[in-house]
C-alpha cells in the first residue's frame, strides 16, 4: 500500500467514524468473506458504516469466495467471521459444521427480519437471506412485433417464435442461454429438468435418478433451443450472452435476473435495444406449470470457530448491512427479500418466475458433484456426438465416481 | 573438491529439492490412495425465502468423529487410479468386448475423460514440440542474417508473445477469432460460410491451440538458438565457404550439429511443459472441445466439495508421463556425455 492510498483510507476511516450510527456493538472482531456484485458490495458497505471504531473491521469481495471459504473457516479461530452465501454453498459449509446456528442471535438483534428470510434446517437457523436472484426470460418486444408474437410463456413458443423470427430472416441466431461448458451448462439442465417437476435423486438417497424420460425430455429441449443459437455457444458465459444482447444480436434469451439492471442502463447499449427490453418469468414446457428456472437466495452466516463475541458483533453489523435503509438506497441492485424493497423493472422476471411457483434451487450435499457431472458431460450431445441415452448414461457414472469418493455413495 | 566440501555445497539445494520436490510428491501420492469418508446422512426439514422441503443433509457432527478417527480418510488403494474419471479399466474392458471394431472402440475411449484428455495433450504435444523447434530455429536464422541495425527491435517484437502472459495471450486470440472479431469475421469472409466458427468445431478447436501453443512457444526456441548461432565456429564456414558449400550445406552439416545440444534442451523443455498445458484450454474456454490432464486436475479442485483424491491421482500420472516422455532424450544425453568423457 502507497502512502497516499493509506492517506485516502485513513480519511475515510475519519470521516466514517464521525458519521457512524451506534449499533451496540461494543468490541470484537468483524471480517466478511463475499462474491463480488454490487448488492453485496451495498450490504457489506452498510455493515462496515455500524462497525465503527468498537470493533475491528476486515471484508473481501471475491469472485472465488468459494474456493476460500472452507479452508478460511477451518481453523479456529476462523479467518472470517461470516460469509455470505448463497444456496449450494451453505450445503458445503454445514456439511463440515464451520457455521453456527442464529436462533438465540435472531432473538436478541433480528427483530427486522421477516419469517421468510430465515434460513431453517433441521428447525435451527442456519442463515439469513437478504437476496433472491433466477434465470428467467429476457425479449425484445420490438422483433416479436414485427413477426406478431406475445412474449413467449413456454419453451415450446420459445422455439416457434424463434424459428418465426429465422423465417422472417431478421435474425439467422436469435436466442441465447448461458451454455458453456462447466457449471453453466450444468445449471442449464438443472433448470430445464426443473420444469419436469421431477427429483433429482432417489428419495432419502444420494443415488441420482435424471436417467430417464425425463432426462431424455429435458436434453432434447435444450438441443432444439441451441439450434437457434450462435454456433459458439459452448462458449458462452453470463458476460457473453449480456454482450450479445446489448449488441443487438439477441431477441430472446435466459439470462440471470442479477443481469437486468445492467442490462437497462444506459450503458453498453443503443436505446432501441434497452428500451424494448422486457423482462418475463422463466418459460414453463412439456406441459408442466413449474417455471423451468431455480430460485436462489443470497444470505449471510456467521462461523462456528469465532468467540461468542466476534459473532455477536458480526451478526449486528450485518443486520445492520441488510437493512430497509441499505434497501432504500439501492432498490435496483436486487431482488431484496427485506422490508422496504420496491419491485423495478430489473427485478420483474425475478419475481413473475418466483411467483409463477419455481423452486429453490436443491439444496442437497451432493448437488455439487452432480452439476459438475452434468457440466463436464452434456456438451458432446449438444453438438450432435452422442445419444441423449448416452450422455445420461456418462452423467451418472461421472457422478457415481465423484460420489463414491466424496463418501456420499458406497 | 573433496567429498566433504562438495556435501556442504550441495546441502542447501539438496534441502530444498527434499522439501519442495520429494515431499509433496510423497504427501501426493499418500492421498492419491485415500478417499473421503463415509458421509453420515439424516433427513432434515428445510425452510427458507421460497418454503420448506424436507431434505438430506450431511450429519456434520457424526462426520466429524470419523473424520477424527481417521484423518486421511478411508485407505481406497489403488481404487482411484482404476475408477472412470482415470483408467477406467472396467469400462475399457467392457468397451472392448462389446465394440465391433477398433474405430468403436476409440469412439468408446475418447468417451472416458481421462482417455480424451491424454489424447489431447499427447497431440499437444508431439505436434507443438517439434513445430516450435522448427519455427524457432528458421526465426533464428532470418534474424542472425540480418543487418545489425535492424536485430535488435526484430528480436524484441520476436519475443513478444513469450511475454504475454499465456492467459492473457490466450484470452486475447480468443476475441480475435470469435465469429465477430477480426479473425474469426476474416476467415469466414476469405472461406465464404457465415456459419464457420473456430470455437464450435472440435478439429478447428485443436489446430486454433495448436497454433497458439506453436506462436506462444516459438519466441523461446528461437532466443536460444539465436544465442547459439553467436557461438558458430567462423572458421569453419569459411573453410566451407571456400569449397563451394551452399547456404543450405552450410546449415545442415555446420550448424546444425553445432547446435544439437541446444536443441535437446529446448525439446526438453517443451516436452514438458507443453505435456502439462493448461492456460490455453482455460482462456479458449475450449473444455467442451479439448481438455488435458492438468485441466482435469484443476476441474477436480474447482468444485466447492474438491476430489482431493481424484486430483492426486492424476497427478501422480501427469509426472509418470512426463519421466515416460523424457526418458528418450535422457538416455540420449547420457550416451552423448559418456561417449565425450572416454
Redesign the interface.
Known sequence: MTIRTLAIAGAFALTGGAAMADCGISGGNISILANDFPALHAVVNAAETCAGEAASFNKNHNKDH??LMVAALTPNPAEYSSVIVA???L??L????LVRPLDDLVAKHGQQLNK????????KVMAV?FM?NAQHLYARSDILEQVGKPVPTTYEEVLETAQAIRDAGIM?YPFALNT???WNLGEEFVNMYMGTGADF?KP???EVAINNENGVKTLEMLKALVEFS??????Y?SNATQAEWE?GNLALATLWGSRGAAILDAEGSTDEITSNTVLAAAPTWGGGTRPAST?W?DGLTISTNVSDEDAEATFIALMKGASTETVKANNDAAVW?IDGYEPGPASAGVAAT?QAG???Y?????M??LH?ALG?EL??FL?GK?SAE?ALA?VE??Y???A?????L? | MKHRTFFWFILPSLTAMVLFIALPIVSVVIQSLHVEHEQVLIEVENCGPFGCTTETQVDAEATAKLKEAAPLGRFNGLGTYVNRSHLATSEVAQAWRSSDGIGEFLGALMNLPFYAALAFTLSYTFIVTPLVLILGFMIALGVNSLPRILKGPTIFVSLLPMMVTPLVGSLILFWMIDARGILGAGLQNLVGDPNLSLKASQTLTWITLFVYGVWHSAPFAFIVFYAGLQTVPEDATEAAMIDGATRWQRTWHITLPHLMPLTVFITLIQLMDNFRVFEPIVGFSAEANATSLSWIIYNDLAQENKLFGSAAATSVMTILGVAILLTPVLIRTWRDFNRKSV
Not at chain 1, 454445514?94 to 459444521?97: A, E, R, S, V, Y
Not at chain 1, 463414491?404 to 456420499?408: A, D, L, M, N, S
Open positions: 468459494k474456493d444456496n449450494s454453498s450445503v458445503t454445514m456439511n463440515d459444521g421468510s428470510q430465515l434460513i431453517t434446517i433441521d428447525g437471506a433472491a439467422e458453456k461448458a462447466g435423486f432419502g438417497t444420494a450462435n454456433p459458439d455457444f459452448l462458449t458465459d449488441a430460485l437466495w427479500l418466483a419455481a423452486a429453490p436443491p439444496m442437497v450435499p451432493f455439487g458433484a459438475t463436464d456438451a458432446d453438438q452422442e448416452q456418462d457414472a461421472a457415481t465416481t465423484a463414491k469418493e466424496q463418501g456420499f458406497q
